[in-house]
């Protein structure tokens, strides 16, 4: 009850906005109704029940099940229906507030008697007709990759990237029939089912995926339909760095930039003896999974930008156009399953490159924890999203010269933490949250005072800019 307490006086200390917005208990399911679709077509929200308009004061909920009753009917207008959590009795200082929560990332786009609604600041207004487009193709109601682009013909595929693709599919032998030009339909038809190819007034087109996979220069109708891979000689965006523009189909594209990793990649030398082991700086089919991941899903409506490969001396980026797609968000991007270009990814996973249901982010976690690397950071900025990964330091470890018995004292997490700095040197509060993201930050805390209370480490700056070096 405590919690609940704290929460709701924290929600009204604040104003309302785009994500919070409440109500007397006797509000119409109308407006309740437009709120809730407004929420459910932006970020999703919260709004509470029981609450002054204008003061933000708590008037109470004076029939709990029936004001339930409300909200549930308000949810039932949107056209589809909305079904959201159960809504909540809460107590605060003044008396009872019906808590009622909007997720974020919802699969459907919502209406109310035919209006398509979205929240701005504190109103909830019809969506502009550009919003709505963009709104319907991020929750896979409009697919960008399954429309044609005004011009494009059956002229513009290289046949034998399509023959090439079709061998791969060992299909049955029926279906490709002898004679180039029963052949020739027999492609088509094979292109047709898979998306790639669409019936425009009479006649088979490209889709933009087929022009994308398949295309002779997909370039023409997606300029920044490309990577862009930078080496940077330092830790940071700089003036000396080694570039390259890759183009082509999305294959060509994925074939150059490993190509481009593994020329601009440093390897780590390990010597044993007579013996020496090079060690890539990064594992290479973990860099393969997220140039997969970004060129299958990144949001190629927005043509603004491309996919940014950096190579810096510490960490690897991989940064593609466009937010998480429909409900994936950064809490559960391991586990929802959600394809903005669900050809792409399919004839990408024809080609083995990806498995068709799987993003491959869970494969990379996997393959840098086997290789003793820390997890990878995911970041939502900007409207795109950032995969940053550190690899194996080349420089040679620090010696750990600890104290006689602090060794077998220190808990596994600590003992981790070292071994952290004997690659890299130092340590942030943010590196030792990447490696232990399970553990709550004031238990991480207690082990960098224990460890500089031992003589192990040294505190270095204070606050944000604080971090560790060892002593």
Known sequence: MADQYQDVDELLGGSMGPRLHWFPEETSTSKLAAVLVGMANTLGGTLL??????????????????????????????????????????????????????????????????????????????????????????????????????????????????????????????????????????????????????????????????????????????????????????????????????????????????????????????????????????????????????????????????????????????????????PVNLENLLEARFSRNAVIAQVLADMGFVERLGYGLNRVVSLLRQEGLRPPRFDETSGAFRVTIWGESLEAPARLDLPAGVQDELNPRQRQALTFLARHRRITNRDYQDLCPDVHPETLRRDFADLVDRQVLLKIGDKKSTYYILK
């Open 49 to 326: 029940l029981g609450v002054a308009p204008r003061s933000g004061v708590v008037q109470g909920i004076k029939n709990p099940q029936e004001a339930q009753d409300r909200l549930f009917q308000a949810a039932l207008l949107s056209d589809p229906p909305l079904v959201l959590p159960i809504p909540r009795l809460v107590h605060s200082a003044q008396g009872e507030v019906l808590w009622v929560t909007v997720p974020i990332g919802l699969p459907h786009v919502y209406n109310l008697e035919g209006r398509y609604l979205g929240r701005e600041n504190t109103q909830t207004n019809p969506l502009s007709p550009r919003r709505l487009r963009q709104l319907l193709m991020e929750r896979g109601v409009i697919q960008f990759e399954s429309q044609v682009p005004p011009g494009a013909t059956l002229a513009d595929l290289d046949e034998a990237k399509v023959r090439n693709y079709i061998d791969k599919l060992d299909l049955p032998g029926e279906m490709l029939q002898d004679g180039a030009a029963a052949d020739s339909a027999a492609r088509q038809q094979v292109l047709l089912h898979r998306g790639c190819l669409k019936l425009v007034g009479g006649a088979l087109s490209p889709t933009y995926a087929g022009l994308l996979l398949f295309g002779r220069y997909p370039q023409q109708w997606l300029p920044n339909a490309a990577i862009l891979a930078v080496r940077f000689s330092g830790a940071s965006l700089g003036d000396r760095f080694l570039k390259q523009d890759i183009a082509g189909t999305l294959p060509e594209q994925l074939y150059q930039a490993e190509a481009f990793f593994h020329t601009n990649s440093r390897r780590a030398v390990h010597i044993e003896g007579l013996a020496h082991t090079e060690k890539p700086e990064y594992p290479a089919d973990a860099v393969r999974e997220l140039l997969v991941n970004a060129v299958a899903h990144r949001d190629y409506n927005l043509g603004g930008d491309s996919i940014h490969l950096r190579l810096f001396s510490d960490r690897l980026e991989i940064q593609s156009p466009g937010g998480l797609p429909g």
